[in-house]
Structure formats: C-alpha cells, structure tokens
C-alpha cells in the first residue's frame, strides 16, 4: 500500500523559509509526479507545484519566484521549500502522488488525478 | 492562469441525489478529478477522467463531462458524505488546478 509520510517545521517567523520534505513507501518513485498543495485555514486547496524522478518541474505562477521542489530518489523524498514567507503562507501543507492514465475512446484521453496523498502538516507564519 | 468555478455550497435530503458542478476552460481539454475532504483530513479521491472510480469508493458517486462543465453526482446520498468537495483539472501550461470547493450538507 502506498504511503507518504511528511513532516516539516510548523512555526516560522516571515521572512523565513518554509521547508518541508515527503517520504514515499510503496510505489515506484519513477513512475509518477510528485506534487505539494495546501490549504490556508477555511479555504480551498491550491496547487504549489510538482516534480518527477528526473528533477523536472512545475510550478503555480503565482508562488514560481518563491518556490523549489527538488527530490532525492535514493531515500524515494521530494521536498518543498518557500522563501519569504508571510501570514498569507499560513496554511496546511500536503504532498501527493500526482498520477496519469491514457485511456483509447474515439480519441487518446488523458487522467490527471491526485490518488494519494499525505497526512498534512500545518504551518504557521507569525511575527 | 486558469479556473475552476464551484458552487460554495449545496444541500441535499437523505437518501436523494445531489450533483455538484464545475466549471472552467480547462475542462473543455482535460477532464476533471474529485476529491472528498471531511473537517481535519486530507482530501480523498472519489472520481476521474471519464468514469473511473477508485478502489473502496461506494458506487454512489459518479461523474459527467459536458463542454466546460464536469459534474460530479451522489445518488442516494448518506450521512457520511457530508463534506467538501473539490474539483481539479490540469490546465494547457502543465499546471494543476482545484476549484474553490463545494460544502456538501445531507438533511
């Protein structure tokens, strides 16, 4: 069964960097994107970035000047790390297993889908 | 960038079907995920692509593609589906996006 297991620092002052790192149990490192989302306190998800086994990656353009995702495929670990924060980065954080499905129809569909995701880790920004 | 329109919230009786949209160009490319999330956990995939349900997701939930708009539809709603609900699609420049997210409330 395929886990991931995040943890990080929880309280940060602004201006500091958040750094957070992913381990994934159970699955093929290569196969997949490995992405980080969060959720700001009674809002809705938003999508930081992702990364695959070859160290490509995609960023949000609104967080792109601040944000890094790099991995280390010999502990199967992604990791997160944002610059500058302030109370706006105050927010749950979870990794996830971004995976892909090509299906044949009538045409060549394509599935993006988030299957597995991580527990959350919370962090707060404050003076 | 691109977005994803859901209806903030949406209330639903006992045992009746409910259907929650979202909207935005992407879907009109790539088609939707759906991802259930109860107060203090993390989200839940529940529905992708075209018809493709996850393992240990109850038959209840499905979904639908029209244009820009995916939809996803709780026939004979339970007690425990009560929660938020998020769309997500990928979007033409390779970035990934989630709709606002739709309060689901079972009467």
């Known amino acids: 069964q395929v886990q991931l297991q995040q943890w990080g620092a929880g309280l940060l002052k602004p201006s500091e960097t958040l750094s957070l790192t992913c381990a994934v149990y159970g699955a093929s490192f290569s196969d997949y994107y490995w992405s980080w989302i969060r959720q700001p306190p009674g809002k809705g998800l938003e999508w930081i970035g992702e990364?695959?086994?070859?160290?490509?990656?995609n960023y949000n353009p609104s967080l792109k000047n601040r944000v890094t995702i790099s991995l280390d495929t010999s502990k199967s670990q992604f990791s997160l790390k944002l610059s500058s924060v302030t109370a706006a980065d105050t927010a749950v954080y979870y990794c996830?297993?971004?995976?892909?499905?090509?299906?044949?129809?009538?045409?060549?569909?394509?599935?993006?889908?988030?299957?597995?995701w991580g527990q959350g880790t919370t962090v707060s920004v404050s003076s | 960038s691109s977005e994803l329109i859901q209806d903030p919230a949406v209330s639903v009786a006992l045992g009746q079907t409910v259907r929650i949209t979202c909207q935005g160009d992407?879907?009109?490319?790539?088609?939707a995920s759906w991802y259930q999330q109860k107060p203090g956990q993390a989200p839940v995939l529940v529905f992708y692509?075209?018809?493709k349900r996850p393992s240990g997701i109850p038959d209840r939930f499905s979904g639908s593609s029209s244009g820009n708009t995916a939809s996803l539809t709780v026939t004979g709603a339970q007690a425990e589906d009560e929660a938020d609900y998020y769309c997500h699609s990928r979007d033409s420049s390779d970035n990934h996006v989630f709709g606002g997210g739709t309060k689901v409330t079972v009467l």
């Open positions: 990364i695959n086994h070859s160290g490509s990656a």
């Open positions: 996830a297993r971004r995976n892909f499905l090509m299906v044949i129809d009538i045409f060549y569909d394509y599935y993006y889908f988030m299957d597995v």
């Open positions: 992407s879907l009109r490319t790539y088609y």
């Open positions: 692509g075209k018809n």
